[in-house]
């Protein structure tokens, strides 16, 4: 019982906001059928002072078709003005007032104007109603029918398409019914002729037009539906992303200063993903009192999946550095780990490295990733170390392994691609020594501001081209003496 309750106020919810959605789609649909009644108005009165000017062999008769459309208008007017567009019988009376209007025109012109009998039907199904259409279409035949009738008795006569008295001379190809002319007709076969020859076509070409207006209808419908259920979907999926971008953030390190009793070193990282979430990371932890480990990374692809991928290497590299192994030991082992279960066959370039704190010794490995920087005697400059395979792409690998000394004073600065290959609106690349220059801009920076002064530096050579690669730094500057703790 309780299901079914839930179930039923899932349905009455669901119903609800479909109302709500149809409900600015009707008033939108108003809009526009005051707008078609608006222009018939002016074409109407255009027709009546072309007629009065001599321009259409048309009997002034037409004036009071021009006459009731414009009064029907103008009362719609002051009625959905006086009650706003969102009452929900305004639409009756506005498609009411279309078939009028139309159907008037139509008594007066029965063989001049085919196509009316169409656009009351037409205007309906903006409203994207099968039923509304449907109806429509039933009552436009009735009018219409009526329409023929009364003008076969007050309507435009074409003196070629009739019988009239022998001996009658005529000066006007058509004149309208009221001229005197009905004297000289057959009435009876004229009626008969009119509905034959006039409303019957007109009412098979009424009906194709009709079921094409159904099928508008529902199928506007469909694509109504069909659209609120995407932009359901699209902020779900927005939602969705930026609880993923929130998870990302929470795993990289980002609270400052990282180890506030530890006054030998200070170390900065940052991401910033293309993406809502990317595929890069940085990290940094303690082994133990003496060893930091370093790791900056960038999976391949973007999104969603390398963002994945990125979580799932972070953990596995960070195992197995606490477990005390070598910067090659840690990664041939990550290499084994990814290979033994890569369906996507994807793969990530790393560097890796353990410092020993207390001597300054920087043990590391490079996985096909980017030269790191290091400021030596007061200068950045590139260390082109050897390179070994991506960690994702063969099993059986060996990563050489490098030891760099650094002193008090010295700084190293590790990136991924989104540095040197952010490019600018004509496809330059930004590249390594740009990178180098706005590192020794202010070589002697903390490590926030140096990963600052290079961001801007990317910021202002990119301008306004799309970023399509993550931007990730990370820097470490080594010694006693330091430019002062990150904030």
């Known amino acids: 019982m309780i299901a079914r309750l839930k179930m039923l106020d899932e349905q009455m919810k669901q119903r609800y906001e479909e ?3 149809f409900h600015a789609n009707e008033m939108q649909a108003n809009r526009m059928v005051m707008r078609v009644l608006f222009i018939n108005v002016i074409i109407l009165s255009l027709l009546f002072v072309a007629v009065e000017l001599g321009f259409f062999p048309v009997s002034g008769a037409i004036l009071p078709a021009t006459v009731g459309a414009l009064c029907i208008v103008l009362l719609l007017g002051l009625i959905s003005r006086k009650v706003g567009q969102d009452a929900w019988w305004l639409k009756f009376l506005l498609l009411l007032g279309v078939l009028l209007v139309y159907a008037r025109i139509d008594a007066l012109l029965t063989h001049k104007v085919a196509i009316l009998m169409v656009l009351p039907v037409l205007c309906s199904s903006r409203y994207f109603s099968r039923k509304l259409t449907l109806v429509m279409t039933i009552l436009t035949a009735v009018v219409f029918l009526f329409s023929a009738i009364y003008g076969a008795y007050h309507g435009w ?7 009239v008295t022998p001996g009658s001379t005529f000066t006007n190809t058509g004149v309208f019914l009221g001229s005197g002319i009905e004297q000289t007709l057959d009435r009876a076969k004229y009626a008969r002729d009119t509905l034959i020859f006039s409303y019957i076509p007109k009412l098979f070409m009424f009906l194709i037009a009709a079921v094409i207006s159904v099928h508008i209808a529902d199928r506007g419908r469909r694509m109504v539906v069909a659209q609120k259920e995407m932009s359901e979907d699209s902020a779900r999926m927005e939602t ?16 400052y200063p990282p180890f506030p009793d530890r006054k030998e070193f200070d170390i900065y990282g940052t991401m910033n993903p293309a993406r809502e979430v990317g595929g890069d990371f940085y990290d940094f932890f303690l082994i133990d009192d003496d060893h930091l480990a370093m790791v900056v990374a960038d999976v391949s692809g973007k999104g969603v999946p390398a963002a994945l991928f990125m979580m799932a290497a972070k953990i596995i590299l960070a195992n197995y550095a606490m477990m ?3 910067p090659s030991e840690v990664l041939e082992a990550t290499n084994l780990t990814v290979c033994s279960n890569n369906p996507r066959e994807m793969f990530v370039t790393v560097w890796l490295g353990i410092l020993e704190i207390s001597t300054g010794i920087l043990t590391a490995a490079n996985a096909g990733h980017e030269y790191p920087a290091l400021k030596k005697n007061g200068r950045f400059e590139l260390v082109k170390d050897r390179h070994g395979f991506v960690v994702g792409g063969i099993e059986n690998v060996t990563y050489p392994q490098y030891t760099l000394q650094l002193e008090p004073g010295d700084t190293l600065f590790l990136y991924t691609d989104g540095v040197p290959e952010a490019t600018n609106q004509t496809l330059e690349s930004f590249g390594t020594a740009r990178m180098i220059d706005a590192l020794n801009e202010n070589p002697a920076a903390s490590p926030r501001a140096l990963l600052q002064n290079v961001h801007a530096a990317v910021d202002r050579f990119v301008g306004k081209a799309e970023q399509f690669d993550d931007l990730t730094m990370l820097c470490l500057s080594y010694g006693s003496t330091l430019p002062g703790n990150s904030r």
Do not use: R, W, Y
């Open 324 to 326: 005390g192994k070598s």
């Open 19 to 21: 109302d709500e959605l």
């Open 240 to 255: 969705e992303l930026q609880m993923a971008t929130q998870i990302q953030e929470g795993m990289l390190p980002n609270i």
């Open 157 to 163: 006569v074409n003196m070629n398409d009739v019988m």
